[in-house]
């Protein structure tokens, strides 16, 4: 028998001693005694880039080395427990390495699927052709994104609830799209050659940066949860728009750049040949 004394964190040196020394008294010296805190769940206070503050729950790591040791000496003490364990141990195992074989999987493959759909939100921008047209563009690109990331994850799916979710992400959106369009236009000002940026240009990138963000938040919801949670992965989206911003946004900025010299090059071509 191995006694696990749990919430550990809530007690300080001395009084998890005395609580040790108490339980040796009931149980008997022989019997060890190892503290434990079983994961559970902690508050803490997000800040954002703007001063506003929240208050939310996190998932805590849970701390049990001493009794992985003590079930270790148990054991190594009793060989014919070991022998017995061995068996399922193996099979342990290898689905462990399975499972992490699966996920490092489904993370390169997300990656890819999300590169891919914001690459395709920056040319669709591009390629709008009237006012709203890139809005519709990236309506359905959205829908397909969340539809693909579910379908790798085996998460269900139901078209009311992808769109309930888009739907709140858009409203996410609104409340930081002067502060994107803002930082694009300052990213574009550092281009050599660049003259006057269109704002079709500014709006390619900030559509990049958006599918990248809510990908990425989508796609850990999906692998932490199995499902498709509204509220925490809107927070990780909105986390998201806002890390390494100012380097991504130079990314797509390069993207965006490079494909319009690709497009003015083509259209001087065809001017010539006419």
């Not at 005395?18 to 800040?47: F, H, K, N, W, Y």
């Not at 099979?91 to 891919?116: N, P, T």
């Not at 829908?143 to 139901?158: D, I, V």
Request: with cysteine; charged share 25%; proline share 3%.
């Amino acid at each position: 028998m191995i006694v696990a004394l749990n919430k550990v964190d809530r007690y300080s040196e001395v009084d998890l001693g005395r609580v040790r020394e108490r339980l040796a008294e009931r149980v008997g010296e022989q019997i060890d005694i190892v503290p434990v805190q079983c994961g559970g769940v902690e508050e803490v206070t997000r800040i954002y880039h703007d001063g506003r503050e929240e208050t939310t729950l996190r998932e805590r790591q849970p701390h049990v080395e001493e009794l992985r040791r003590a079930l270790q000496r148990y054991l190594d003490a009793d060989p014919q427990v070991l022998d017995a364990l061995r068996d399922t141990a193996v099979f342990v195992l290898a689905q462990q390495k399975l499972d992490c074989a699966v996920a490092e999987y489904r993370r390169g493959k997300a990656d890819a699927i999300i590169q891919s759909y914001s690459r395709k939100a920056v040319f669709g921008a591009l390629a709008a052709v009237s006012p709203g047209t890139d809005v519709l563009i990236q309506g359905y690109l959205g829908y397909n994104l969340l539809k693909e990331l579910c379908a790798l994850y085996e998460a269900p799916a139901r078209e009311m609830d992808m769109q309930r979710f888009l739907d709140l992400a858009g409203n996410q959106i609104k409340r930081s799209l002067n502060l994107l369009l803002a930082l694009v236009g300052n990213v574009f000002k550092a281009f050599p050659g660049m003259g006057t940026v269109v704002g079709g240009m500014i709006h390619a990138v900030v559509y990049g940066l958006i599918f990248e963000s809510l990908g990425k938040a989508v796609a850990r919801s999906l692998e932490s949860r199995g499902d498709l949670v509204n509220g925490p992965t809107l927070r990780m989206f909105e986390d998201n728009l806002s890390e390494d911003l100012e380097a991504r946004a130079r990314r797509f900025a390069q993207l965006v750049w490079s494909g319009q010299k690709d497009a003015d090059n083509a259209g001087t071509a065809v001017g010539e040949r006419r």
